[in-house]
């Protein structure tokens, strides 16, 4: 994957109305996921001492919680992230730390289409991560060359593996798929990463055209 460099800032002022506040100065919301697992007392509290920005998530049933960070970055350094079809590795700078982080969410408004919150994922070279990755379909498919259709069903699919290990973009190679087949998730492996979506969701295919069908009917008469 590319990276990207971003800087945050750790948030601590909370909050619905803070929140709307940054929009206003083109900040955006952020939070850091997938931080370090601590241990929880009897009461389900951490008792350890936190940064700026930093709280701790239970998680389960078993005394253990996770550490998120709450951070704000500026619009026009995350744009770029945002608005592109790329994946990227972020190294993330806040606070005197660094990190390495992968997109994981982003809300929008249901009107604006405006930004109004980001999730980061931190990640290691030792904790597998699921990313959407970027399909893109390879080859002359013979049932297009027969009066077919390609349709791709599936812009992007689900990946898990060391973040070292995603690929930029899923190739599909329909050079084989006839009028009616389709390559599902199913259909594709990897050595150094697997997909999870569903085994049975269909990713590409090639379906039947009127000219196709009439090509069809009239040999079915001739002969």
């Known amino acids: 994957m590319k990276t990207f460099e971003l800087k945050a800032e750790a948030r601590t002022d909370l909050g619905k109305k803070a929140a709307r506040a ?7 919301p952020v939070v850091l996921n997938g931080g370090k697992l601590v241990d929880l007392d009897e009461n389900g509290n951490y008792v350890g001492t936190l940064a700026a920005g930093e709280k701790v998530v239970p998680i389960g049933r078993d005394g253990k919680g996770i550490i998120t960070t709450d951070l704000v970055v500026n619009f026009s350094d995350i744009r770029k992230l945002i608005y592109t079809p790329e994946i990227f590795v972020i190294n993330l700078s806040y606070s005197g730390k660094t990190c390495k982080a992968v997109l994981k969410d982003i809300q929008f408004h249901k009107v604006s289409d405006a930004i109004l919150h980001i999730d980061l994922l931190e990640v290691s070279e030792d904790k597998p991560v699921v ?10 498919a013979v049932g297009v060359k027969a009066g077919g259709k390609l349709y791709l069903n599936l812009k992007k699919v689900k990946v898990k593996a060391i973040y070292t290990a995603i690929p930029e973009t899923i190739v599909v190679d329909v050079t084989e798929c006839k009028i009616g087949h389709s390559i599902k998730v199913g259909d594709l492996h990897f050595d150094e990463f697997e997909l999870v979506n569903p085994k049975d969701l269909v990713i590409a295919g090639v379906r039947t055209t009127r000219a196709a069908k009439a090509a069809a009917e009239g040999e079915e008469a001739e002969a």
């Not at 990313?131 to 002359?140: I, L, M």
């Open 22 to 28: 940054l929009r206003k100065e083109n900040k955006i």
């Open 131 to 140: 990313v959407e990755v970027p399909v893109h379909v390879q080859g002359h």
